[in-house]
């Protein structure tokens, strides 16, 4: 009998290849008891290509060939075994946090990140990177444009924004700076707006930028040469609030952008065009994905009886596909592109944090545990993570409805960003100038008090279970005097 050719099944005896292509419909448990019929059986329920298909199915080492691995059967396990291990982790706040240190006198304007690496940008006028995949946590500083009056002081950075091959600056003034990642610290386009910029938007896997400054919507994209030029300028009949550019657009840009109550689709080389205007109900926050956007709107007075809510409109046909929310205070940001399908989380001046369900049209999951409002979320398919106006960062399990865990900071976060094992989150004070120009090196005290913090967490770090507890208080004390403010409580413990 040839069983390296040939295969048993029962009564018949069937090629490899045709064996494998019925095994090819097994899953990892019946592969498992089909090891154990026979030594052929378990020869087959091995096959490299089997267990690479399964490797691929679940997500993991995507970027691989067959030929990478020796055993993928082991692969799959490891990889399983790691998510399980990320996932304890993260419930139990075990890792390592870091903060992403900056020199005294600078206050924390904005930050952004991608993949991360960490943008951020400072009171100073100056503009810094991290990348977090590495233990070395010095920046480089990205080089300015100097301004109209040649040396001198730089202005205020107002919005960053950074995506895997770009990044962006815009400052007080009005100009607007754009870094390649690939070809060093100096910028490689800037332009010019006359009054100050209200939003700056960055295509998240493009090379295009949308500027709002004034009435003017300004959309900068380079063309097949790499010479930056200017696709569209869209004249607004309101300042605008806030301005997305769409994701994964072949050919010229598009942007969406809220401006009080109105909502544009802003399409290159084309006329804007209004998705959405409805009088006396003004955009409160405003997210963007491939094919949607989703934007909550406030009602006032007379509208009382229809509650605040998030609207989510198809892009291609300009329809609202759906309603969703019910709650009397402000949706106050709202995150489409990174949630799971037919998913959105949104965050309230209620101090509530919702997930919706697109395909339902209702939340499944609403959580309390804020002090102020909510101003960033993000989820996955099992965690919500949570910023709020008082400094407060939670972690929900969203199945539960339930917190894990929470860290406080002085300042609002308002930004977060997290993947499998890492997560970023910025508290940017509100006021860039607090008590004039006292904030200089000579005060460093105060300037820990005011300057907003960046915190990286690595829930990867294989570290013995006592060490790698995130600590409660993360000051070194050893400074020759304390503040209150400076020994740094993750959790606002009455006591230690």
């Not at 009088?279 to 009602?299: M, W």
């Not at 509650?307 to 940001?333: A, H, R």
């Not at 993360?474 to 400074?479: A, Q, V």
Request: with cysteine; charged share 20%.
């Amino acid at each position: 009998q040839n069983e390296i050719n040939e295969v048993p099944f029962f009564d018949v005896q069937l090629p490899y290849e045709l064996a494998l292509k019925i095994f090819q419909y097994l899953g990892k448990a019946e592969l498992g008891r089909c090891a154990q019929v026979s030594r052929t059986w378990k020869i087959l329920a091995e096959d490299e290509v089997l267990w690479y298909r399964l490797c691929q199915e679940e997500g993991y080492l995507l970027d691989m060939s067959i030929s990478d691995h020796s055993c993928w059967k082991l692969a799959l396990k490891n990889c399983r075994a790691r998510e399980h291990m990320l996932k304890t982790n993260w419930k139990n706040r075990v890792g390592a946090v870091s903060q992403l240190h900056y020199e005294p006198g600078r206050v924390l304007c904005d930050v952004h990140c991608c993949d991360g690496v960490v943008m951020a940008g400072y009171s100073s006028g100056e503009v810094k990177l991290w990348d977090t995949h590495t233990w070395d946590y010095r920046a480089p500083v990205l080089a300015a444009v100097p301004g109209p009056g040649g040396a001198g002081a730089l202005p205020h950075v107002s919005f960053v924004r950074i995506n895997s091959s770009l990044a962006v600056a815009a400052y007080e003034d009005g100009t607007v700076s754009v870094w390649s990642l690939l070809l060093g610290q100096e910028p490689i386009h800037h332009f010019q707006h006359n009054q100050h910029i209200q939003a700056l938007a960055l295509a998240p896997g493009g090379a295009a930028v949308a500027t709002a400054s004034g009435f003017q919507v300004r959309l900068e994209s380079p063309d097949d040469r790499g010479v930056w030029q200017t696709p569209g300028t869209f004249e607004i009949q309101k300042l605008v609030n806030f301005l997305n550019l769409v994701p994964d657009v072949t050919g010229s840009p598009v942007a969406v952008a809220a401006a009080e109550d109105i909502v544009y689709l802003l399409k290159a080389e084309a006329p804007g065009r209004i998705l959405h205007s409805v009088y006396g109900q003004p955009v409160t926050c405003l997210d963007v994905a491939a094919h949607e956007a989703a934007f909550g709107i406030k009602t006032f007075g007379w509208l009382l009886n229809e509650p605040n809510q998030i609207l989510l409109y198809n892009l291609e046909t300009n329809q609202c596909v759906t309603k969703v929310g019910n709650s009397m205070g402000d949706f106050s940001c709202v995150n489409l592109h990174s949630s799971p399908p037919h998913m959105l989380v949104a965050g309230n001046k209620d101090r509530r944090v919702r997930v919706f369900d697109l395909r339902q049209g209702q939340a499944v999951c609403c959580v309390q545990g804020h002090q102020l409002g909510v101003c960033a979320v993000q989820m996955d398919e099992w965690k919500v993570v949570s910023g709020g106006e008082e400094g407060l960062l939670c972690l929900w399990d969203q199945r539960m409805a339930t917190k894990l865990w929470e860290m406080h900071a002085r300042h609002p976060v308002r930004h977060v960003w997290f993947d499998s094992h890492r997560l970023i989150t910025a508290n940017i004070p509100e006021e860039k100038n607090p008590r004039g120009s006292s904030i200089t090196e000579d005060d460093p005290s105060l300037h820990r008090k005011y300057r907003g913090v960046i915190y990286s967490y690595d829930f990867s770090v294989d570290q013995l279970a006592v060490d790698s507890v995130l600590p409660i208080c993360r000051s070194s004390y050893d400074e020759v005097s304390g503040y209150s403010y400076n020994i740094g409580l993750a959790v606002p413990y009455d006591s230690i």
